[in-house]
């Protein structure tokens, strides 16, 4: 309500302008009242259309108003009118026309979810289907995801394999799970180092340097890391373990974590000398014995490799140590058999 009687007073200040221009003609005083009456009905017309204006238009208020006065004023008559459309017009709510460029994509058929009760393979029937390209290629993406639920060690290999696929999907989504997985033990590796330069407690020393040497052999575990870059994450690893060990020289895990990274960089009697002083350290011969064993097997100690199966042989193992200690242990059933 109030900005219309603004609107009043304003165009009755300046037809009182105007019609004293007209009627007293060109009097030396009529030009100062004239300029006070334009000046204050611009005032008036400017705080009114400043009331008209959208919330959005009317801030800063001190420079918005400045500017309708300004409008107004410095165009007498026609000035007025053309501010006084304009904020009308302005206050006008227009319709809101929002348009959407974008079209509902369907989800592809292979995201799946792997609690699916649907989603249950073996590991054999997975490399069945992904290997067999006459298989479609919906049914080889589902196993392609189900690896995600398999353990690194067994199911980075099979994505390896799936790189060079002539399918583009599963190239694609064989590339994205092994970057998945790279990125992620990479980040844990950041995380793990900006912790160790900012600490000087040796217990979190300790720990940090652990994590190190397990998260870089957990990439060439995993099988994520291939040619140069599996060498410089085997020697990061046994850096860091080394420097562990300097830390806890009887640590029975780190000796055994030692061990292994020696012989995968072909450092077979270090190797051997390290998995020992694990036993000695209290770790049970059955966590260490089957790695000595595989380092007398590649150095083609074959009675070494007996002799230390035989020991084995009372303890409880997987079916596959199980039968390698049938075949080596006991060779003369074999022989009576054919």
Same mark, same amino acid.
């Given at each position: 309500?109030?900005?219309?009687?603004?609107?009043?007073?304003?165009?009755?200040?300046?037809?009182?302008?105007?019609?004293?221009?007209?009627?007293?003609?060109?009097?030396?005083?009529?030009?100062?009242?004239?300029?006070?009456?334009?000046?204050?009905?611009?005032?008036?017309?400017?705080?009114?259309?400043?009331?008209?204006?959208?919330?959005?238009?009317?801030?800063?208020?001190?420079?918005?108003?400045?500017?309708?006065?300004?409008?107004?004023?410095?165009? +007498?008559?026609?000035?007025?009118?053309?501010?006084?459309?304009?904020?009308?017009?302005?206050?006008?709510?227009?319709?809101?026309?929002?348009?959407?460029?974008?079209?509902?994509?369907?989800?592809?058929?292979?995201?799946?979810?792997?609690?699916?009760?649907?989603?249950?393979?073996?590991?054999?029937?997975?490399?069945?289907?992904?290997?067999?390209?006459?298989?479609?290629?919906?049914?080889?993406?589902?196993?392609?995801?189900?690896?995600?639920?398999?353990?690194?060690?067994?199911?980075? +290999?099979?994505?390896?394999?799936?790189?060079?696929?002539?399918?583009?999907?599963?190239?694609?989504?064989?590339?994205?799970?092994?970057?998945?997985?790279?990125?992620?033990?990479?980040?844990?590796?950041?995380?793990?180092?900006?912790?160790?330069?900012?600490?000087?407690?040796?217990?979190?020393?300790?720990?940090?340097?652990?994590?190190?040497?397990?998260?870089?052999?957990?990439?060439?575990?995993?099988?994520?890391?291939?040619?140069?870059?599996?060498?410089?994450?085997?020697?990061?690893?046994?850096?860091?373990?080394?420097?562990?060990?300097?830390?806890?020289?009887?640590?029975?895990?780190?000796?055994?974590?030692?061990?292994?990274?020696?012989?995968?960089? #072909?450092?077979?009697?270090?190797?051997?000398?390290?998995?020992?002083?694990?036993? #000695?350290?209290?770790?049970?011969?059955?966590?260490?014995?089957?790695?000595?064993?595989?380092?007398?097997?590649?150095?083609?100690?074959?009675?070494?490799?007996?002799?230390?199966?035989?020991?084995?042989?009372?303890?409880?193992?997987?079916?596959?140590?199980?039968?390698?200690?049938?075949?080596?242990?006991?060779?003369?059933? #074999?022989?009576?058999?054919?």
């Amino acid at each position: 309500m109030i900005k219309y009687i603004l609107i009043a007073l304003a165009l009755a200040l300046e037809a009182s302008g105007v019609g004293a221009v007209s009627h007293f003609g060109g009097a030396g005083w009529l030009s100062p009242l004239f300029l006070l009456l334009h000046a204050a009905a611009s005032a008036l017309l400017a705080v009114a259309g400043w009331h008209f204006l959208p919330r959005d238009f009317r801030k800063p208020r001190v420079a918005v108003l400045f500017l309708l006065f300004n409008f107004a004023f410095f165009v +007498p008559v026609l000035g007025i009118a053309g501010m006084l459309f304009a904020v009308v017009v302005a206050s006008i709510r227009r319709r809101e026309v929002v348009i959407q460029p974008f079209a509902t994509v369907k989800l592809p058929e292979f995201v799946l979810s792997l609690r699916d009760t649907e989603m249950k393979y073996s590991q054999g029937g997975i490399k069945s289907r992904l290997t067999q390209t006459s298989v479609p290629t919906p049914q080889r993406l589902q196993s392609l995801l189900a690896l995600q639920g398999m353990p690194p060690r067994i199911s980075s +290999p099979l994505l390896q394999d799936m790189l060079g696929d002539s399918s583009d999907d599963i190239r694609l989504v064989a590339y994205g799970l092994l970057d998945n997985r790279e990125q992620k033990i990479t980040a844990q590796i950041h995380r793990e180092l900006v912790s160790l330069r900012d600490t000087e407690n040796p217990e979190m020393k300790l720990m940090g340097l652990r994590h190190l040497a397990e998260l870089y052999w957990e990439m060439i575990y995993a099988g994520l890391a291939q040619g140069d870059l599996r060498t410089h994450a085997l020697n990061q690893a046994l850096q860091y373990a080394d420097s562990a060990l300097e830390l806890t020289p009887q640590d029975a895990g780190l000796l055994l974590l030692k061990g292994r990274i020696l012989h995968e960089l #072909k450092r077979h009697e270090e190797a051997t000398v390290v998995l020992n002083a694990a036993i #000695k350290q209290g770790l049970p011969e059955s966590r260490v014995l089957p790695y000595i064993v595989e380092i007398a097997f590649v150095r083609r100690d074959f009675a070494t490799v007996q002799r230390l199966l035989e020991r084995l042989s009372q303890s409880q193992l997987t079916p596959i140590m199980q039968n390698a200690i049938r075949f080596w242990v006991q060779p003369e059933h #074999k022989e009576s058999a054919t």
